[in-house]
């Protein structure tokens, strides 16, 4: 992955790190990917760890779209975020 700079292009490239995330554990509708699953796979996802600086922002896109909501232990995919996920595979 290239080094990106732009702090916009850090949150797109984090944001997409999470839902491929989601698809990766097989999270379904309302279920949650735990921080204990996500971080380990974006340190091991986003070579240049830009996530660290973007995480949040990310996770606020994902709310933003309805995509998926917060939770004590991480996030919860929505079922919008479901299907989104499915219509791309």
Do not use: C
């Amino acid at each position: 992955m290239e080094n990106l700079t732009s702090p916009t292009n850090n949150i797109e490239n984090t944001t997409n790190l999470i839902m491929q995330a989601f698809r990766h554990f097989k999270i379904q509708a309302n279920d949650v990917l735990t921080y204990e699953q996500l971080i380990p796979y974006l340190e091991e996802h986003d070579e240049h760890n830009h996530f660290k600086d973007v995480q949040r922002e990310a996770e606020y896109h994902l709310m933003k779209e309805a995509h998926a909501t917060p939770d004590a232990s991480g996030l919860r995919l929505t079922p919008l975020g479901y299907n989104t996920l499915q219509d791309n595979q």
